[in-house]
């Protein structure tokens, strides 16, 4: 079975400062990934990156870097030079190959910028 | 990227009425999916469909169904709703050469 563990609750950062959210996964099997999704008060689920188990490199998108440690399990987000319109949700997901790529999510961490 | 949508974006409704949430996107996507929501929570999969006439259920037990007529189109439909129901249910596609799900703002359930 997949588990996907989002340890912190709720987080601040000040603005323009860079923020890591923790995300550690479970699973046995060798073909998976690992996505970041961010939920605004507003409710959609915004993709913002995604890493394979086989991919060589850490990803990033923009602002976003997805800092993956396979040996750890750990794929925590790292958004740099903070902004106000980051403060949202942020859920951790995690598909596995031999599961149907279904989406596994952790429970979330309420990330909240402070001018 | 996607364009999923879905309707109603809100909804308040008694018990025991039937209610079907629409989600409609236009990129051809072969996968769709159904999530449900509680608030601050995390997602669970309750249905999804990898095409036409293609429904199973997800992870999470659910008394809604759905169906998969066309391409476009996954909507959900609730026979009787309970208090139980209420929840934010989000719709999400994905091409078949692609991982990342792409979703449609969901639908807030509120059954009284």
């Known amino acids: 079975a997949q588990k996907i563990t989002q340890t912190q609750p709720g987080m601040f950062v000040q603005e323009k400062e860079a923020v890591t959210l923790d995300c550690t996964y479970d699973?046995?099997?060798?073909?998976?990934?690992l996505f970041w999704y961010k939920q605004p008060s507003s409710g959609e689920m915004i993709f913002l990156i995604y890493?394979?188990?086989?991919?060589?490199q850490n990803a990033t998108e923009g602002r976003y870097s997805l800092n993956f440690q396979k040996a750890r399990k750990s794929a925590n987000l790292v958004i740099s030079a903070s902004q106000l319109g980051d403060s949202a949700m942020y859920f951790c997901?995690?598909?596995?190959?031999?599961?149907?790529?279904?989406?596994?999510f952790g429970g979330g961490t309420r990330l909240m910028v402070k001018p | 990227e996607a364009d999923i949508y879905q309707t109603p974006r809100y909804l308040v409704i008694g018990t025991g009425k039937k209610i079907t949430l629409e989600c409609s996107q236009t990129?051809?996507?072969?996968?769709m999916y159904w999530y449900q929501q509680d608030p601050g929570m995390e997602l669970h999969l309750i249905h999804y469909?990898?095409?036409?006439?293609?429904?199973e259920k997800g992870d999470l037990s659910s008394e809604s169904t759905v169906s998969r007529i066309r391409t476009e189109h996954f909507p959900l439909t609730l026979e009787s709703a309970r208090p139980s129901h209420t929840s934010q249910y989000l719709c999400?596609?994905?091409?078949?050469?692609?991982?990342?799900?792409?979703f449609g703002p969901g639908t807030r359930l509120t059954v009284t």
């Open positions: 999400a596609s994905r091409p078949g050469h692609r991982y990342e799900q792409y």
């Open positions: 699973t046995s099997d060798p073909s998976y990934g």
């Open positions: 890493q394979g188990s086989y991919d060589q």
């Open positions: 997901a995690m598909r596995v190959f031999n599961a149907g790529n279904m989406l596994t």
């Open positions: 990129m051809g996507h072969d996968k």
């Open positions: 469909s990898y095409g036409v006439n293609s429904t």
